[in-house]
């Protein structure tokens, strides 16, 4: 299974992006899908997790205004994010956790594949 993101790039404070994360060599819809950053200097962070079904997880700062979506026909999941900040900056992941054993899991050790990133970088 490989996962591609794309969408990144450099946006001002208060504006918007749209991640995706496009999955081949499995069909979406059998993985839960999450959402991960990383900042330089500090530990990978969760971000949102969107069970098989489409139940919905966040982290606490991106609550209201980060959005994570499937689009199972199309092979991807989407991360819209609004009213970005500058803290929002980062190496955004997405990850696919074959066995959703932990429904609602936010530890990165219980997703199976993982993309190469997209840089995110929110600046005046």
């Known amino acids: 299974v490989q996962l591609v993101e794309s969408g990144g790039g450099l946006v001002q404070p208060g504006g918007s992006l749209r991640l995706s994360c496009a999955v081949s060599?499995?069909?979406?819809?059998?993985?839960?899908m999450g959402w991960f950053r990383q900042a330089p200097g500090k530990e990978r962070e969760f971000v949102a997790r969107?069970?098989?079904?489409?139940?919905?997880y966040y982290e606490e700062s991106v609550t209201g205004r980060f959005t994570i979506s499937r689009d199972n026909a199309k092979d991807t999941v989407y991360l819209q994010m609004n009213s970005l900040k500058p803290e929002d900056s980062a190496v955004y992941h997405c990850a696919a956790d074959r066995s959703q054993f932990y429904y609602s899991t936010r530890n990165s050790d219980d997703y199976d594949y993982w993309g190469q990133g997209t840089q995110v970088t929110v600046s005046a």
């Open positions: 060599g499995g069909s979406l819809s059998t993985y839960a």
């Open positions: 969107i069970t098989r079904v489409g139940d919905t």
